[in-house]
């Protein structure tokens, strides 16, 4: 089983449509979590972090289930400019290395 | 604004030789750390670094070598370069408190 696992799409969708990703990861004992985005050919930036009482950064909505060890990630009113890979990370569980795990990434385009 | 720059954005070897890929960070960080990513696989750590001199290995180090001689210079090194290298490679920094990584431009290199 890989350690984080995304589906990698593609998610097609119309502009102004709701769209969501969820993730899943197997290391019970991760305790941070994060969404980056990665556009074609440039290096992957943090999009937001992922709290465990859930977050919202305007249009973008993370949630933490801990329970089902499942990482969602819910843009509303999707803009061309969305169009990109959604990478879901979550750490290693601390330890000595503390080493953040990349899922492979959804890739989401957004049509005018 | 944080800023890890890599030496090359294309660099193109043939087989054998060697080959260094430099990364450098202006924030200060402790950490720094070596991904290649190919399409399918995501990211996969090669080498990290807690602190100067030091390196620790991630899950693909075979075929690689790092140095760390200075705390904002992290090196990646090919001691003889082979086809299957042919990849994008993302050098990382962060610090040893915060769990985000930024990330450089990446280095797309092709081995013939």
């Known amino acids: 089983r890989k350690e984080v696992e995304q589906d990698p799409g593609p998610f097609n969708v119309p502009e102004g449509a709701t769209v969501a990703f969820n993730c899943t990861y197997s290391?019970?004992?991760?305790?941070?979590f994060f969404w980056y985005r990665q556009d074609c050919r440039k290096e992957p930036k943090l999009l937001m972090s992922?709290?465990?009482s859930g977050n919202e950064d305007g249009r973008f909505t993370a949630q933490l289930n801990r329970a089902s060890q499942y990482i969602s990630l819910l843009i509303r009113d999707s803009k061309l400019s969305d169009s990109a890979t959604y990478l879901c990370v979550v750490n290693d569980g601390g330890g000595a290395t503390n080493k953040l795990i990349f899922g492979t990434g959804t890739l989401l385009a957004v049509q005018p | 604004d944080v800023k890890v720059t890599q030496s090359s954005r294309y660099l193109v070897k043939r087989t054998g030789e060697k080959v260094f890929l430099e990364c450098v960070q202006d924030m200060d960080h402790e950490n720094m750390f070596w991904y290649r990513q190919d399409p399918g696989l995501g990211l996969r750590l090669i080498y990290f670094s807690y602190d100067v001199k030091m390196k620790e290995k991630g899950d693909i180090p075979e075929g690689y070598s790092v140095s760390r001689e200075k705390k904002e210079r992290f090196s990646l090194i090919l001691e003889s370069a082979s086809t299957n290298q042919t990849s994008m490679y993302l050098c990382a920094s962060r610090t040893e408190t915060y769990n985000e990584q930024f990330f450089g431009p990446g280095t797309r290199l092709t081995v013939l």
């Open positions: 290391n019970s004992a991760s305790q941070s």
């Open positions: 992922v709290y465990s």
